[in-house]
């Protein structure tokens, strides 16, 4: 099984302050079409996950561009350039090339 | 686009049985692959299973194979997770979710499991 292993596990930033998780993975996620199939949520309290980057670094339609996604084969990144309050949450690496799972969740809290 | 629209939470007693479900709108729904997540309160996400509704194929991440089973009625467009003997670590929130590369989830279904 494929471990997804996300860092830190929590993080509290400064409103317009930049922020990065990491999120690694116990195999190579590298796939035949190009681009690992790693996707990112954010989980809001009370809320169903959302899905904000596909593919490692594919931004869904109506996610603000200071969040991007970058990274391969066991090594990933999800990276906001500056921190707004609407962040807050929990969020999800998860990968579909070695079947399906997901990190552990890496909490996001306003300073 | 795919919606999914998932059933109420319901409270159950240790060993009664259990089916909720995940129906879809949209042509889309019976050509694409559903998934069932677990959250555990307080916890994080695991990947149970998926089903492809439109032939009925079904895979589960070995950790949830026999404790739970997956369905679908394509007809009815809409797909299931069951359970035959509840045990009180079934309480959690349940979610669905489809679309190309997961991108639709349901609203979240909450199973307590209580004496």
């Known amino acids: 099984d494929d471990v997804l292993t996300q860092s830190p596990l929590s993080l509290a930033v400064t409103l317009g302050q930049p922020a990065s998780i990491s999120c690694r993975s116990s195999?190579?996620?590298?796939?035949?079409?190009?681009?690992?199939?790693l996707n990112w949520f954010l989980q809001r309290p009370g809320q169903s996950p959302r899905r904000l980057i596909y593919?490692?670094?594919e931004r869904d339609s109506g996610v603000p561009d200071r969040f991007s996604g970058s990274g391969s084969g066991t090594d990933f990144t999800l990276k906001i350039s500056r921190v707004e309050a609407e962040d807050l949450g929990v969020y999800y690496c998860m990968q579909g090339t070695h079947w399906y799972s997901f990190g552990q969740g890496t909490k996001l809290e306003i300073k | 686009e795919v919606q999914l629209v998932q059933s109420l939470a319901t409270e159950k007693k240790p060993g009664e049985s259990l089916r909720i479900s995940c129906q879809g709108s949209g042509d889309d729904f019976n050509y694409q692959w559903i998934a069932w997540v677990r959250q555990m309160p307080g916890k994080g996400l695991e990947w149970m299973g998926v089903i492809f509704p439109g032939d009925s194929d079904t895979k589960y991440t070995p950790s949830f194979q026999g404790q739970v089973t997956i369905s679908a009625d394509k007809s009815t467009t809409t797909a299931y997770l069951q359970w035959s003997s509840l045990k009180a670590s079934d309480t959690a929130m349940y979610f669905c979710?489809?679309?190309?590369?997961?991108?639709?989830w349901g609203q979240g279904t909450m199973v307590t499991v209580s004496s």
């Open positions: 195999q190579s996620l590298g796939s035949t079409d190009g681009k690992a199939h």
């Open positions: 593919k490692v670094s």
């Open positions: 979710a489809g679309g190309a590369n997961w991108d639709i």
